[in-house]
């Protein structure tokens, strides 16, 4: 948390000298590729988004600098695969994805919110940093259960030293959009963005199956019945064996539009300087 503070402030800082202020709000949607959705982007599982908004354009009109607030859902389920593995491994999850972000646009032609001749549309790449909280939970016996608290690895365990992963986490944001004026006073942005995130276990899902007997002694038979669900074991009892792949880290998306009103706009002969 403290580098994100200090990231905040970086960017406050250099908006000081920026040019016009915006409020509004994203709808969209989003999405999640990890463990138990390996490829499949804007599946039956995309869900509803939503967030707040705060930009500052830069004097140039060529930067942006914005800081938000997004709420989306993640969730998969092996048994729509049709990987055989997957299918066979039977797990699922869903979590809630409360993010904050402090984000640089660069604009590919001079954009101005509200100036709808000169500066009225341009594309847009942006890049920052996030912070967000997810909890991961598995649907089981008409229920939805917290995964975390159950160590599904052997977390804090003989067989399995680590600590419980935390449900708060670092994401690096990066995306694409459109902007584009529609009156004097409101514009739109259309974006697709992209969330790296340095977990495996936003789907509670990353290495192997461990002692099943282990569990049972130290963590209790519910973290047995959600660690291994899968139709057919292989060898002991499938420990040892793959339940992720812990090489990769989980990704998350939101895509959507976001509608910004003008707080502050310079006076026109100053600006007209730049």
Same mark, same amino acid.
């Given at each position: 948390?403290?580098?994100?503070? &200090?990231?905040?402030?970086?960017?406050?800082?250099?908006?000081?000298?920026?040019?016009?202020?915006?409020?509004?709000?994203?709808?969209?949607?989003?999405?999640?590729?990890?463990?138990?959705?390996?490829?499949?982007?804007?599946?039956?599982?995309?869900?509803?988004?939503?967030?707040?908004?705060?930009?500052?354009?830069?004097?140039?009109?060529?930067?942006?600098?914005?800081?938000?607030?997004?709420?989306?859902?993640?969730?998969?389920?092996?048994?729509?695969?049709?990987?055989?593995?997957?299918?066979?491994?039977?797990?699922?999850?869903?979590?809630?994805?409360?993010?904050?972000?402090?984000?640089?646009?660069?604009?590919?032609?001079?954009?101005?919110?509200?100036?709808?001749?000169?500066?009225?549309?341009?594309?847009?790449?942006?890049?920052?940093?996030?912070?967000?909280?997810?909890?991961?939970?598995?649907?089981?016996?008409?229920?939805?259960?917290?995964?975390?608290?159950?160590?599904?690895?052997?977390?804090?365990?003989?067989?399995?030293?680590?600590?419980?992963?935390?449900?708060?986490?670092?994401?690096?944001?990066?995306? &694409?959009?459109?902007?584009?004026?529609?009156?004097?006073?409101?514009?739109?942005?259309?974006?697709?963005?992209?969330?790296?995130?340095?977990?495996?276990?936003?789907?509670?899902?990353?290495?192997?199956?461990?002692?099943?007997?282990?569990?049972?002694?130290?963590?209790?038979?519910?973290?047995?019945?959600?660690?291994?669900?899968?139709?057919?074991?292989?060898?002991?009892?499938?420990?040892?064996?793959?339940?992720?792949?812990?090489?990769?880290?989980?990704?998350?998306?939101?895509?959507?539009?976001?509608?910004?009103? &003008?707080?502050?706009?310079?006076?026109?002969?100053?600006?007209?300087?730049?």
């Amino acid at each position: 948390m403290k580098y994100f503070c &200090i990231i905040l402030l970086l960017v406050t800082s250099t908006v000081s000298y920026s040019q016009s202020d915006e409020l509004g709000i994203f709808l969209g949607a989003s999405y999640y590729t990890g463990d138990l959705n390996p490829d499949k982007h804007f599946s039956q599982n995309t869900n509803p988004a939503a967030g707040l908004i705060y930009r500052r354009t830069s004097r140039g009109y060529r930067y942006a600098y914005r800081l938000h607030a997004m709420y989306g859902k993640v969730e998969a389920y092996d048994h729509q695969s049709d990987n055989a593995f997957l299918d066979n491994r039977n797990l699922n999850f869903s979590s809630e994805i409360f993010e904050v972000g402090a984000i640089w646009e660069v604009n590919f032609k001079k954009y101005e919110l509200g100036n709808t001749r000169t500066r009225a549309i341009s594309p847009f790449l942006f890049l920052g940093v996030s912070y967000f909280h997810f909890n991961p939970k598995a649907y089981y016996q008409n229920e939805w259960l917290e995964l975390q608290p159950l160590g599904t690895e052997g977390q804090n365990t003989t067989v399995n030293s680590s600590d419980y992963y935390s449900l708060n986490q670092f994401a690096v944001p990066f995306g &694409i959009g459109l902007k584009m004026n529609i009156s004097k006073q409101i514009g739109l942005a259309f974006e697709y963005g992209v969330r790296k995130t340095f977990t495996d276990y936003l789907d509670d899902v990353s290495k192997k199956y461990v002692d099943p007997g282990v569990l049972a002694e130290e963590s209790g038979s519910l973290t047995v019945d959600l660690a291994d669900r899968s139709y057919n074991q292989i060898g002991d009892r499938n420990i040892g064996v793959n339940r992720g792949i812990s090489e990769l880290s989980d990704w998350y998306y939101f895509a959507g539009v976001s509608v910004t009103f &003008i707080l502050y706009r310079p006076d026109e002969c100053k600006a007209m300087r730049y």
